[in-house]
């Protein structure tokens, strides 16, 4: 009753969480510019004129190659290092577009009318250099939305992987297959399941299918929700309200109650050979957004045999971990990359879970909140940061500064050959490359917002060897030196430098640090 009281109508949390998201997202566009803090680190200021396109390169720190992204609402784009854009396919959407060798591309030819679903995509697609479609998936489900063309639908999203290689992107010697081999597909499917709530469940579905497009393994979500240890409180709230979605036009879709966001295969490890069964190859990790969940899914039997959340209070590991919210991407990294057998975690911060009600959720409903992310690569045994990419590494002032490496949603990360990382700081539209140093050594900015989001988001990118594309020739690479934005002007500013000045003899001079309105994280 007591949460009842709190929570209110439904409508009336559309209006608190619609003021949270405004709160988060202030002006119509992500209004922001490169610069550079005092340690010569890569800095984001909200800004309405910046630079687009690559911003910095380091040929001699970077792993070059090209970069696959989703150009919004234009297309499959691929860029090379200083951004020139080598090639597009038009009207080929991606969620996420991903390149294999050979020139092929994996993507989707279009979306479900979002008044009827959330985020289906209507197919999975691969095709090769010149956009002719060589495999398409689709037969998951026949939907006969009201007022549309009745059609069949895999209603992916998020993610997929091809046989032969387990995260998506370039590995030495882990190749997917371009003409043959089965697709793991995450996907949707509706369901009603009293134990979880009374209204319609949007849950997340795995298809394993092969090459002739038959589903061979199925795994839902909400089969093994006694597995995700959930309390009492998140019970309830999830009963009333299990993230319930409005569609375009009012339309009631369903409940997407865990929002599953990433899903990769484990591979060969050093765990599984030191004998924990817990990380057999054929295992696959999802992490589920809404809820905080990371779990890994034993492929032979279909069990949640590794977790971590909902809650992130309950061991001192856990504790020393902190709250992980929103997140995405999560993927153990493979064999023959720096760091394998660790899981890299784009931890969003943002809002997401199920918890008491408190001020920041006066519901509960999305009740964990942070206004900033992290890049986190832990150890899966003992849950220890490995490396990690926050704020305070990127150069910003904690806590001051820390919301300038913030994407409250979409985002991901890929590990390199040569030990760096590439970063998709998400819904500023941003990618970039750090050493394990966290030096900037290369930074793109998408030049693409939407009409119907304006945004420049890019949801997540790849880079792969140039070797993958074989019908272009190896480009050129520039270096590009960073801007000092101390001195740089637009045409037609006036030129930096005080004209005429005049010294205070009785001023005492600054401490600076006094500005600030909080206790800041400051090594000495």
């Known amino acids: 009753k007591a949460i009842d009281q709190r929570r209110g109508s439904f409508k009336s949390e559309q209006r608190t969480f619609r003021r949270i998201r405004n709160r988060c997202f202030p002006g119509p566009l992500p209004e922001r510019a490169c610069g550079r803090n005092p340690c010569g680190r890569s800095i984001l200021m909200s800004a309405t004129i910046f630079p687009t396109g690559v911003t910095i390169y380091n040929p001699e720190k970077c792993w070059s190659g090209y970069t696959i992204l989703q150009a919004a609402e234009r297309g499959a784009l691929l860029i090379d290092m200083n951004g020139n854009e080598v090639r597009m396919w038009e009207g080929l959407q991606g969620f996420p577009n991903k390149m294999l060798p050979g020139g092929y591309v994996m993507g989707s030819l279009g979306e479900r009318n979002p008044k009827y679903g959330l985020q289906d995509q209507t197919d999975l697609v691969q095709v090769d250099w010149d956009g002719n479609i060589v495999w398409k998936f689709d037969k998951a489900e026949y939907i006969e939305d009201p007022g549309e063309e009745p059609q069949w639908m895999a209603r992916q999203h998020h993610d997929y992987q091809r046989e032969g290689n387990t995260v998506g992107y370039y590995v030495p010697g882990m190749e997917a297959k371009t003409n043959g081999g089965n697709t793991l597909v995450l996907a949707h499917k509706n369901v009603r399941v009293p134990e979880i709530s009374d209204k319609l469940l949007l849950d997340d579905v795995i298809y394993e299918v092969d090459w002739d497009g038959d589903i061979v393994w199925e795994w839902k ?43 990769s295969v484990l591979g060969p490890n050093k765990w599984y050979d030191a004998g924990d069964k817990r990380f057999h190859p054929d295992n696959l990790i999802i992490d589920c957004r809404d809820a905080n969940i990371i779990l890994i899914i034993e492929k032979a039997t279909g069990n949640i045999v590794w977790k971590i959340g909902p809650y992130y209070d309950q061991t001192p590991e856990l504790r020393k971990l902190g709250w992980i919210i929103g997140q995405h991407h999560a993927h153990m990294i493979p064999r023959g990359l720096p760091g394998e057998g660790n899981i890299l975690i784009y931890d969003n911060g943002g809002w997401a879970g199920y918890y008491a009600p408190n001020p920041g959720s006066p519901t509960g409903i999305r009740g964990a909140l942070r206004d900033y992310s992290r890049v986190l690569e832990i150890d899966p045994v003992t849950l220890e940061i490995v490396w990690q990419m926050t704020p305070k590494e990127a150069g910003y002032l904690m806590p001051l500064d820390a919301n300038r490496f913030y994407s409250p ?56 060897p140039y070797e993958w594309v074989p019908q272009l020739e190896k480009p050129v690479e520039s270096p590009i030196e960073r801007l000092d934005v101390t001195t740089f002007r637009v045409p037609g500013a006036a030129a930096p430098g005080v004209k005429s000045a005049v010294k205070i003899k009785e001023a005492k001079g600054y401490f600076g640090l006094s500005a600030m309105c909080v206790a800041a994280d400051i090594e000495e």
Not at 458 to 463: C, E, F, L
């Open 221 to 263: 979500v909400s089969d093994h929700f006694e597995e995700l240890g959930f309390d009492a409180i998140a019970r309830n709230l999830m009963y009333r309200d299990p993230n319930y979605y409005t569609g375009f036009g009012n339309s009631h879709i369903a409940g997407d109650w865990v929002h599953t966001n990433s899903m």
């Open 409 to 464: 949603f979409i985002s991901g990360m890929q590990r390199l050959p040569n030990g760096n990382t590439m970063i998709t700081e998400g819904s500023h539209g941003r990618i970039f490359e750090v050493t394990p140093e966290h030096e900037l050594v290369w930074e793109y900015v998408c030049p693409y917002w939407g009409s119907a989001l304006p945004m420049n988001m890019v949801y997540r990118s790849y880079r792969l």
